[in-house]
Protein backbone atom coordinates (compact mmCIF):
# COMPACT_ATOMS: atom_id res chain seq x y z
CA UNK A 1 0.00 0.00 0.00
CA UNK A 2 1.73 3.09 -1.28
CA UNK A 3 0.87 5.91 1.18
CA UNK A 4 1.89 9.44 0.43
CA UNK A 5 3.87 11.83 2.94
CA UNK A 6 4.10 15.21 4.80
CA UNK A 7 7.77 16.81 5.43
CA UNK A 8 7.46 18.21 9.32
CA UNK A 9 8.68 21.55 10.29
CA UNK A 10 12.06 19.79 11.38
CA UNK A 11 12.70 17.89 8.37
CA UNK A 12 11.24 14.65 9.90
CA UNK A 13 9.20 12.34 6.85
CA UNK A 14 5.74 11.47 8.21
CA UNK A 15 2.79 9.48 6.99
CA UNK A 16 -0.45 10.83 5.94
CA UNK A 17 -2.59 7.95 7.95
CA UNK A 18 -1.31 6.34 11.24
CA UNK A 19 -2.41 3.90 13.39
CA UNK A 20 -3.68 3.76 17.00
CA UNK A 21 -2.31 1.56 19.09
CA UNK A 22 -4.82 2.75 22.31
CA UNK A 23 -6.26 -0.43 24.51
CA UNK A 24 -4.09 -2.62 22.41
CA UNK A 25 -1.59 -4.06 24.97
CA UNK A 26 0.30 -7.48 25.50
CA UNK A 27 1.60 -10.07 23.26
CA UNK A 28 -1.93 -9.81 21.71
CA UNK A 29 -1.30 -6.25 20.67
CA UNK A 30 1.73 -6.77 19.98
CA UNK A 31 0.60 -8.87 17.26
CA UNK A 32 -2.13 -6.82 15.93
CA UNK A 33 0.72 -3.62 15.71
CA UNK A 34 2.47 -5.94 13.81
CA UNK A 35 -0.14 -6.84 11.62
CA UNK A 36 -0.86 -3.51 10.92
CA UNK A 37 2.81 -2.40 9.88
CA UNK A 38 2.88 -5.72 7.80
CA UNK A 39 -0.62 -4.06 6.19
CA UNK A 40 1.00 -0.77 5.11
CA UNK A 41 0.90 1.51 8.11
CA UNK A 42 4.32 3.31 8.89
CA UNK A 43 3.18 5.47 11.73
CA UNK A 44 2.79 4.26 15.18
CA UNK A 45 0.64 6.29 17.80
CA UNK A 46 1.11 5.49 21.26
CA UNK A 47 1.49 7.30 25.00
CA UNK A 48 2.91 6.48 28.01
CA UNK A 49 -0.66 6.31 29.49
CA UNK A 50 -1.95 3.37 27.14
CA UNK A 51 0.29 1.35 29.24
CA UNK A 52 1.45 -0.43 26.08
CA UNK A 53 5.09 1.12 24.85
CA UNK A 54 6.10 -1.85 25.42
CA UNK A 55 3.88 -3.89 22.88
CA UNK A 56 4.41 -1.25 19.93
CA UNK A 57 8.21 -1.40 20.53
CA UNK A 58 8.11 -5.88 20.50
CA UNK A 59 5.96 -5.34 17.49
CA UNK A 60 8.40 -3.01 15.98
CA UNK A 61 11.20 -5.09 16.64
CA UNK A 62 9.58 -8.47 15.48
CA UNK A 63 8.47 -6.91 11.66
CA UNK A 64 9.91 -7.69 9.04
CA UNK A 65 9.67 -3.52 7.87
CA UNK A 66 13.23 -1.87 8.36
CA UNK A 67 13.58 0.58 11.83
CA UNK A 68 13.90 3.43 9.73
CA UNK A 69 10.82 3.03 7.61
CA UNK A 70 8.66 3.21 10.75
CA UNK A 71 7.47 6.67 12.84
CA UNK A 72 7.38 5.73 16.70
CA UNK A 73 5.30 8.31 18.57
CA UNK A 74 5.16 8.74 22.16
CA UNK A 75 3.09 10.88 24.28
CA UNK A 76 4.34 12.62 27.76
CA UNK A 77 1.75 12.59 30.62
CA UNK A 78 1.07 15.74 33.02
CA UNK A 79 2.46 13.74 36.08
CA UNK A 80 5.96 14.70 34.82
CA UNK A 81 5.53 17.61 33.32
CA UNK A 82 8.43 19.18 35.33
CA UNK A 83 11.34 19.94 33.61
CA UNK A 84 14.20 16.55 35.26
CA UNK A 85 11.03 14.15 35.29
CA UNK A 86 10.08 15.01 31.73
CA UNK A 87 13.39 14.00 30.50
CA UNK A 88 13.61 11.00 33.21
CA UNK A 89 10.39 10.05 31.51
CA UNK A 90 11.70 10.05 27.80
CA UNK A 91 14.45 8.04 28.80
CA UNK A 92 11.60 5.35 30.72
CA UNK A 93 9.45 5.30 26.90
CA UNK A 94 12.78 4.58 25.37
CA UNK A 95 13.04 1.52 27.75
CA UNK A 96 10.46 0.42 27.73
CA UNK A 97 10.02 0.10 23.45
CA UNK A 98 13.29 -1.58 23.57
CA UNK A 99 14.04 1.41 20.63
CA UNK A 100 17.28 3.60 20.44
CA UNK A 101 15.15 6.47 19.97
CA UNK A 102 11.77 7.64 19.16
CA UNK A 103 10.66 9.00 15.98
CA UNK A 104 8.43 11.81 17.52
CA UNK A 105 7.42 12.87 21.56
CA UNK A 106 4.25 14.99 22.12
CA UNK A 107 2.86 16.45 25.45
CA UNK A 108 -0.03 14.80 26.08
CA UNK A 109 -2.36 17.98 27.59
CA UNK A 110 -1.49 20.89 28.41
CA UNK A 111 -2.47 21.09 32.24
CA UNK A 112 -2.49 24.71 32.19
CA UNK A 113 -3.72 24.68 36.08
CA UNK A 114 -0.75 22.79 36.50
CA UNK A 115 1.25 25.43 34.55
CA UNK A 116 4.52 23.03 34.30
CA UNK A 117 3.78 22.26 30.29
CA UNK A 118 6.74 24.85 29.12
CA UNK A 119 9.18 22.86 31.27
CA UNK A 120 7.90 20.21 29.66
CA UNK A 121 8.59 21.43 26.27
CA UNK A 122 11.75 22.43 27.64
CA UNK A 123 12.84 18.65 28.48
CA UNK A 124 11.03 17.71 24.91
CA UNK A 125 13.74 20.35 23.15
CA UNK A 126 16.78 18.76 25.53
CA UNK A 127 16.02 15.26 24.43
CA UNK A 128 15.92 16.14 21.17
CA UNK A 129 19.18 17.47 21.11
CA UNK A 130 20.48 14.33 22.75
CA UNK A 131 18.92 12.38 20.08
CA UNK A 132 16.74 10.54 21.76
CA UNK A 133 14.32 11.49 19.54
CA UNK A 134 14.18 13.15 16.29
CA UNK A 135 10.98 15.46 16.46
CA UNK A 136 8.67 16.86 19.06
CA UNK A 137 5.28 18.31 19.01
CA UNK A 138 2.11 18.62 21.04
CA UNK A 139 -1.59 17.15 22.19
CA UNK A 140 -4.25 18.94 22.69
CA UNK A 141 -2.69 22.63 22.65
CA UNK A 142 -4.63 25.30 21.99
CA UNK A 143 -3.09 28.59 20.49
CA UNK A 144 -1.70 30.43 23.46
CA UNK A 145 -0.45 27.27 24.55
CA UNK A 146 1.78 26.65 21.38
CA UNK A 147 2.94 30.53 21.76
CA UNK A 148 3.81 30.17 25.26
CA UNK A 149 6.24 27.15 24.05
CA UNK A 150 7.80 28.89 21.63
CA UNK A 151 8.44 32.24 23.34
CA UNK A 152 10.01 29.66 25.91
CA UNK A 153 12.34 27.88 23.48
CA UNK A 154 12.08 29.38 19.94
CA UNK A 155 10.99 25.66 18.93
CA UNK A 156 8.02 25.62 17.08
CA UNK A 157 5.87 22.11 17.68
CA UNK A 158 6.09 19.76 14.36
CA UNK A 159 2.79 18.06 15.03
CA UNK A 160 -0.29 18.92 16.76
CA UNK A 161 -2.23 15.86 17.69
CA UNK A 162 -6.09 17.05 18.83
CA UNK A 163 -10.13 15.74 18.76
CA UNK A 164 -10.99 15.62 15.15
CA UNK A 165 -13.96 14.44 13.04
CA UNK A 166 -16.60 14.80 10.63
CA UNK A 167 -19.01 16.16 14.39
CA UNK A 168 -16.26 18.51 15.23
CA UNK A 169 -13.67 19.61 12.72
CA UNK A 170 -12.05 22.53 14.41
CA UNK A 171 -11.40 24.73 10.97
CA UNK A 172 -10.15 27.65 13.04
CA UNK A 173 -7.93 25.68 15.11
CA UNK A 174 -6.25 23.71 11.59
CA UNK A 175 -5.94 27.29 9.59
CA UNK A 176 -4.15 29.15 12.76
CA UNK A 177 -1.86 26.14 13.07
CA UNK A 178 -1.36 25.47 9.72
CA UNK A 179 -0.56 29.42 9.47
CA UNK A 180 2.71 28.44 12.09
CA UNK A 181 3.76 25.63 9.97
CA UNK A 182 2.58 23.05 12.72
CA UNK A 183 1.04 19.43 11.12
CA UNK A 184 -2.49 18.27 12.54
CA UNK A 185 -3.16 14.68 13.35
CA UNK A 186 -6.57 13.68 14.66
CA UNK A 187 -7.20 11.24 17.26
CA UNK A 188 -10.33 9.48 17.06
CA UNK A 189 -10.78 10.45 13.83
CA UNK A 190 -14.06 8.00 13.39
CA UNK A 191 -15.48 9.73 16.56
CA UNK A 192 -14.93 6.10 17.97
CA UNK A 193 -16.63 4.07 15.43
CA UNK A 194 -20.33 6.04 15.74
CA UNK A 195 -20.39 8.60 13.08
CA UNK A 196 -21.51 6.58 10.08
CA UNK A 197 -24.90 5.50 12.05
CA UNK A 198 -26.01 8.97 12.96
CA UNK A 199 -25.08 10.31 9.59
CA UNK A 200 -26.99 8.08 6.85
CA UNK A 201 -25.59 10.47 3.85
CA UNK A 202 -21.94 9.02 4.35
CA UNK A 203 -23.90 5.99 2.60
CA UNK A 204 -24.49 7.65 -0.57
CA UNK A 205 -21.12 8.99 -0.78
CA UNK A 206 -19.65 5.85 -0.50
CA UNK A 207 -21.73 3.69 -2.61
CA UNK A 208 -20.71 6.23 -5.26
CA UNK A 209 -16.89 5.66 -4.98
CA UNK A 210 -17.35 1.38 -3.76
CA UNK A 211 -15.84 2.68 -0.18
CA UNK A 212 -17.34 2.69 3.48
CA UNK A 213 -18.63 5.03 5.14
CA UNK A 214 -15.70 5.05 7.39
CA UNK A 215 -13.09 5.45 3.85
CA UNK A 216 -15.20 8.65 3.71
CA UNK A 217 -14.19 10.21 6.52
CA UNK A 218 -10.68 8.93 6.36
CA UNK A 219 -10.34 10.55 3.11
CA UNK A 220 -12.25 13.48 4.10
CA UNK A 221 -9.33 14.32 7.01
CA UNK A 222 -6.39 13.72 4.60
CA UNK A 223 -8.09 16.03 1.73
CA UNK A 224 -8.02 18.69 3.99
CA UNK A 225 -4.70 17.98 4.96
CA UNK A 226 -4.77 16.05 8.66
CA UNK A 227 -3.28 12.94 9.42
CA UNK A 228 -6.25 10.48 11.20
CA UNK A 229 -4.63 8.37 13.59
CA UNK A 230 -7.70 5.26 13.44
CA UNK A 231 -7.11 2.28 15.55
CA UNK A 232 -8.00 -1.62 14.43
CA UNK A 233 -7.35 -4.74 16.08
CA UNK A 234 -8.76 -7.35 13.24
CA UNK A 235 -6.72 -7.32 9.92
CA UNK A 236 -9.40 -6.63 7.94
CA UNK A 237 -10.24 -3.50 9.31
CA UNK A 238 -6.54 -2.38 9.39
CA UNK A 239 -6.55 -2.87 5.43
CA UNK A 240 -10.23 -1.22 5.03
CA UNK A 241 -8.66 2.05 7.17
CA UNK A 242 -6.17 2.35 4.87
CA UNK A 243 -7.15 2.04 1.68
CA UNK A 244 -8.20 5.67 0.80
CA UNK A 245 -5.57 6.67 -1.84
CA UNK A 246 -7.24 5.24 -4.69
CA UNK A 247 -9.95 7.76 -4.81
CA UNK A 248 -10.94 11.21 -4.36
CA UNK A 249 -13.78 13.19 -2.77
CA UNK A 250 -15.70 15.87 -5.04
CA UNK A 251 -16.28 19.64 -4.02
CA UNK A 252 -20.07 18.91 -3.23
CA UNK A 253 -18.93 15.70 -1.53
CA UNK A 254 -16.69 17.70 1.00
CA UNK A 255 -19.65 20.31 1.75
CA UNK A 256 -21.97 16.88 2.79
CA UNK A 257 -19.02 16.26 5.22
CA UNK A 258 -18.61 19.56 6.51
CA UNK A 259 -22.92 19.94 6.37
CA UNK A 260 -21.97 17.39 9.46
CA UNK A 261 -20.54 19.79 12.00
CA UNK A 262 -22.15 20.41 15.30
CA UNK A 263 -21.87 22.88 18.29
CA UNK A 264 -19.20 21.33 20.17
CA UNK A 265 -19.64 17.33 19.80
CA UNK A 266 -16.97 16.66 21.34
CA UNK A 267 -16.84 12.82 22.27
CA UNK A 268 -16.19 13.84 25.94
CA UNK A 269 -15.98 17.05 27.93
CA UNK A 270 -12.02 17.54 27.88
CA UNK A 271 -11.15 20.81 26.80
CA UNK A 272 -7.75 21.46 26.68
CA UNK A 273 -8.64 24.43 28.61
CA UNK A 274 -10.09 22.55 32.05
CA UNK A 275 -8.69 18.87 30.92
CA UNK A 276 -6.13 17.76 33.90
CA UNK A 277 -4.54 14.31 32.32
CA UNK A 278 -2.03 13.02 34.85
Sequence with gaps: MSVPTYTLNDGLEIPAIGFGTYKLRGFEGAAAIESALANGYRLLDSAMNYDNEGAVGLAVRRSAVPREQIVVTSKLPGRFHAHDLAVAAVEESLSRTGLDYLDLMLIHWPNPRVGLYV?????LVECRSRGLVRSIGVSNFLPEHVEAVVA???VTPSVNQIE???FFPQWEHLEWDAAHGIRDEAWSPL???NIALEAPELAGIAAAH???PTQVILRWHVQTGVIPIPK???PQRQVENISIFDFEL????LQIVAG???DDRRLVLQTPIEHEEM
Design 164 to 166: RHP
Design 250 to 253: SGPE
Design 210 to 212: GKT
Design 152 to 154: ATG
Design 191 to 193: FRG
Design 260 to 262: LAR
Design 119 to 123: QAWQA
Design 232 to 234: AAH
